[in-house]
């Protein structure tokens, strides 16, 4: 009986642990996330020339079945479109709403 109360005692202490440390996580990554927006919405720099940027507009992912992006801009917009072709070739299209560039990549 002693023991079974320890046992709950201490799965519920684990439990409240590892609750805080999520909380804690998806608070640091709200607050990266929302400085990152802060400062691209200020003025992002990014020309047509350089459009779009790494780092700045998006974030290149490596996955199982090829390559994916993530965006980071809030203005920045990503589309993917279904593979085509004998290649089966997937096309990226970057658009930015804020200043109207917009970019294809194959």
Same mark, same amino acid.
């Given at each position: ?15 409240k642990v590892r609750n805080y440390i999520k909380f804690k996580i998806f608070q640091n990554y709200r607050r990266e996330n929302q400085m990152d927006e ?12 350089? $459009? ?41 299209? $970057? ?5 109207? $560039? ?5």
């Amino acid at each position: 009986m002693l023991l079974e109360r320890i046992k709950y005692a201490l799965s519920y202490e684990v439990n409240k642990v590892r609750n805080y440390i999520k909380f804690k996580i998806f608070q640091n990554y709200r607050r990266e996330n929302q400085m990152d927006e802060e400062v691209l919405e200020k003025d992002c720099c990014v020309s047509e020339e350089i $459009f779009p940027c790494l780092g700045k507009c998006f974030r290149k992912i490596d996955t199982i079945s090829g390559v994916a992006y993530e965006k980071l801009c809030p203005s920045c917009r990503i589309w993917t479109s279904l593979p085509t072709g004998a290649n089966l070739t997937v096309t990226s299209i $970057f658009e930015c709403e804020e200043r109207g $560039f917009g970019k294809r990549n194959a």
